[in-house]
Antibody
Framework: EVQLLESGGGLVQPGGSLRLSCAASGFTFARFVMSWVRQAPGKGLEWVSSISESGGDTYYTDSVKGRFTISRDNSKNTVYLQVNSLRAEDTAEYYCAKGGFVVRGVIISPTPFDFWGQGTLVTVSS | EIVMTQSPATLSVSPGERATLSCRAS??????LAWYQQKPGQAPRLLIYGASTRATGIPARFSGSGSGTEFTLTISSLQSEDFAVYYCQQYNNWPPWTFGQGTKVEV
């Protein structure tokens, strides 16, 4: 059974930082792209960042570029999101999700986000 | 960036009735379109991918159709557990991966 367990959220002041973690189990972690998707209170879903299987390629939505960093440790089956210079508008539930695309040889195929964690809440407020 | 637009924002239906939700993409996404269900306090769950393929464990009353820019999610006979918010998402052109704003299905 695929499980994704996020942690690391909390209350932080504007300008502050947090490190979100997502521990994965139930699948061969190193073979899959991992992503972060957030949801502001009462709002819709917004893709934030994705990282390739090896960690060599990373992708960010424009509003977080230069402030957020995604990384992964395949030996620990964990993906991270370092969130810096936090703003009030970053307040959201942050979900870890499996998927985005898959690479088979030279072919890159798009994939949906097929499994999601339960989320970790980041609140930015003074 | 591909903009996804869902309609209606809210759909009021009764248990046992059919629900039809629409999703439009600002440019073609082929069949790389997914639908997710989200219940209050829960994470989203993948329902449909490839525009029409049900994810593992999803009941047959959920069906998806469409290609290019126009897509539909149909729930053939609403059950009480189906009242939720539904999001469409394109994964054809990325980054960014983009979602619609959601359709709330309520009684």
């Amino acid at each position: 059974e695929v499980q994704l367990l996020e942690s690391g959220g909390g209350l932080v002041q504007p300008g502050g930082s947090l490190r979100l973690s997502c521990a994965a189990s139930g699948f061969t972690f190193a073979r899959f792209v991992m992503s972060w998707v957030r949801q502001a209170p009462g709002k819709g879903l917004e893709w934030v960042s994705s990282i390739s299987e090896s960690g060599g390629d990373t992708y960010y939505t424009d509003s977080v570029k230069g402030r957020f960093t995604i990384s992964r440790d395949n030996s620990k089956n964990t993906v991270y999101l370092q969130v810096n210079s936090l703003r009030a508008e970053d307040t959201a539930e942050y979900y870890c999700a499996k998927g985005g695309f898959v690479v088979r040889g030279v072919i890159i195929s798009p994939t949906p986000f097929d499994f999601w964690g339960q989320g970790t809440l980041v609140t930015v407020s003074s | 960036e591909i903009v996804m637009t869902q309609s209606p924002a809210t759909l009021s239906v009764s248990p046992g009735e059919r629900a039809t939700l629409s999703c439009r993409a600002s440019q073609s996404v082929s069949i790389n379109l997914a639908w997710y269900q989200q219940k209050p306090g829960q994470a989203p769950r993948l329902l449909i991918y490839g525009a029409s393929t049900r994810a593992t464990g999803i009941p047959a009353r959920f069906s998806g159709s469409g290609s290019g820019t126009e897509f539909t999610l149909t729930i053939s006979s609403l059950q009480s557990e189906d009242f939720a918010v539904y999001y469409c998402q394109q994964y054809n052109n990325w980054p960014p991966w983009t979602f619609g704003q959601g359709t709330k299905v309520e009684v």
